[in-house]
């Protein structure tokens, strides 16, 4: 076959032509894969700045500000207590129990006031519940206030019934406001009068004691309410008593108050001794001793440092007359058939 110039030319350009095509193709191809890369790697760009811009949005909604160097502290109002609850039985008379502390300190930091409440439980030997009608069961009491490192006693002259040391104990504790590790200690014996009788035998008496803590002004505070019993019963006698030697006076009021439907009869006064100029002045923390019938018997109370006392003579019937004595210790004077008609 003879070369044909002609047939050979165009074998030649249908070939280049082919390798072009291909070439163009393969071009195309690479700028198309190129071009969907860039594609991808733009929506990749595109999502990662819109996760950003989410996350920013995030943090902005979920920031916080902080004010620093602003505190509100609340206080503690906490106490402790620590001694021996006192229990006696077997006792004879003329019988003293060994010392017993009792310790109540405020631990925690805000100031308190403090009231006492004495319940006394007296059984028989058989456990049935002994009533101590004579009054034969004592007690011998001191307290001491430890108040901002300042400390002060208060020791009872005489021994006194045990129904009056409530009245004694919070006439001292309640002028006192607690603050923090400030306390007060109880101190005390307790005696079974030599004139207790054959009926007295293996009598148990058991005490407790229970201290409340109150805020400083709390309504509830008792010691608040205390100093106003006498204006809430019905005033029905007042009494101003002078010794025969002139140096020692009492003023008394009596009144009435209705206590569970019953006729509840108090006394309170203040007593009074002469002063080395010859005027009266408060006789402070003197205990008064006495007798009143047909309530009541023998009793015992303190005055404060006002000269002021208190004392629930106990429950009468309408029309029925309270008599009483007074004896303040260490003074040679009585007041004896000071006399109270309930209406």
Request: net charge negative; charged share 25%.
């Amino acid at each position: 076959m003879r070369d044909n110039p002609c047939i050979r030319e165009s074998v030649i350009k249908f070939s280049i032509t082919i390798i072009c095509k291909y070439l163009k193709i393969k071009t195309i191809l690479k700028e198309d894969l190129k071009m969907k890369r860039n594609i991808i790697l733009s929506l990749l760009l595109v999502t990662l700045l819109c996760f950003g811009a989410g996350m920013g949005t995030f943090a902005w909604f979920t920031d916080s500000a902080t004010s620093t160097g602003n505190e509100f502290t609340v206080g503690t109002f906490e106490t402790s207590c620590s001694g021996e609850l006192f229990s006696v039985d077997k006792a004879y008379p003329n019988y003293e129990s060994d010392i017993k502390e009792f310790k109540v300190t405020n631990t925690g930091s805000l100031p308190m006031e403090f009231w006492s409440t004495v319940e006394w439980n007296i059984t028989d030997k058989d456990g049935n519940d002994f009533l101590d009608t004579d009054k034969r069961f004592e007690i011998k009491p001191e307290v001491i206030t430890n108040i901002d490192g300042n400390s002060n006693t208060l020791l009872a002259d005489e021994w006194m019934h045990i129904s009056s040391f409530e009245g004694w104990l919070n006439d001292e504790i309640k002028k006192y406001d607690f603050d923090e590790d400030d306390n007060f200690i109880i101190n005390f014996q307790i005696r079974l009068n030599k004139s207790a009788g054959n009926t007295y035998k293996l009598v148990k008496l058991v005490g407790n004691l229970t201290v409340d803590a109150y805020q400083i002004d709390d309504p509830n505070n008792p010691a608040d309410n205390d100093e106003d019993d006498g204006d809430e019963g019905n005033q029905n006698s007042e009494k101003t008593l002078i010794s025969e030697d002139g140096n020692t006076k009492v003023e008394l009021s009596f009144f009435q108050k209705e206590e569970n439907n019953k006729n509840s009869i108090y006394v309170e006064g203040t007593l009074y001794g002469k002063n080395e100029n010859g005027n009266f002045e408060p006789l402070d923390y003197r205990n008064i001793t006495g007798w009143m019938s047909p309530v009541g018997g023998y009793y015992q109370v303190t005055t404060d440092n006002n000269g002021y006392f208190k004392e629930k003579c106990g429950i009468l019937e309408s029309g029925e007359t309270l008599t009483m004595d007074l004896s303040p210790n260490y003074i040679d004077c009585q007041f004896d058939g000071i006399t109270y008609t309930v209406e």
